[in-house]
């Protein structure tokens, strides 16, 4: 059984504080995509990453592939209390679209 | 990208009862995929819906208790059977290739 472990769960920061959230697997991902979902909607794509060692930024938000393709990271900068919400990873092994979904993190940013 | 239309968007049911999920695509997709989400959880893959052949069921999840129906590239449905209140939970529909997209989800309460 495939698994993605990702950490923390639960995550209540002070607006201005960096944090990292992180997805680790024993498994190898062709891709691992990072999620945002509010309450009330389904999950929007924030970023895809491919390539083993690939770092990708979306404004304060930096998220790193590692080199072996089994773990990810997502880094956000200076959270703000919009940046609040559930945020997933989810690895795909080929290319039929079925995707494996850590726990998920929610995020708590307050002003 | 693709545009995901999900109805209803939340419904109460009584236990015993059947509720069918409506999803429409804004274009052809061969694969279209059906979780279930827990309120502040992650989401738990049912099966994936393929045109013009029986869906394949993730395990734990059974075609009596969740039949689905793939009748063309931009449409399916998916049956809660004989609902229970375990079956309280958000369900999503979504399309996928290299990443996903999802419909905003049925929360549904089983009463």
């Known amino acids: 059984t495939q698994l993605l472990e990702q950490s923390p769960q639960f995550l209540s920061i002070q607006e201005g504080e960096n944090l990292t959230v992180y997805c680790n697997s024993s498994?190898?991902?062709?891709?691992l995509q990072w999620y945002r979902q509010e309450p009330g909607e389904g999950p929007v794509l924030l970023v895809t990453?491919?390539?083993?060692?690939e770092v990708k930024k979306l404004k304060r938000l930096t998220f790193q592939f590692g080199d072996a393709r089994k773990d990810s990271s997502l880094h956000i900068t200076a959270a703000q209390p919009g940046d609040t919400g559930l945020y997933l990873c989810?690895?795909?092994?080929?290319?039929?679209?079925?995707?494996?979904f850590g726990q998920g993190t929610t995020l708590q940013v307050k002003p | 990208s693709a545009v995901i239309s999900q109805k209803p968007s939340r419904d109460i049911c009584q236990r015993g009862t059947s509720l069918t999920i409506q999803c429409q695509v804004d274009?052809?997709?061969?694969?279209m995929f059906w979780y279930r989400q827990q309120p502040g959880q992650s989401l738990t893959l049912i099966a994936t819906?393929?045109?013009?052949?029986?869906?394949?069921?993730e395990s734990g999840f059974v075609i009596d208790k969740f039949p689905i129906s793939r009748p063309n590239l931009t449409f399916s449905t998916l049956t809660v059977s004989n609902m229970s209140p375990e079956d309280s939970s958000i369900y999503l529909c979504?399309?996928?290739?290299?990443?996903?997209?999802f419909g905003q989800g049925t929360r549904l309460t089983v009463v």
């Open positions: 979504s399309v996928a290739q290299l990443e996903a997209f």
């Open positions: 498994s190898v991902f062709s891709s």
């Open positions: 990453v491919v390539t083993g060692g």
């Open positions: 989810a690895g795909q092994t080929s290319n039929t679209g079925k995707l494996i």
């Open positions: 274009s052809q997709v061969t694969m």
């Open positions: 819906a393929n045109q013009g052949s029986e869906a394949t069921y």
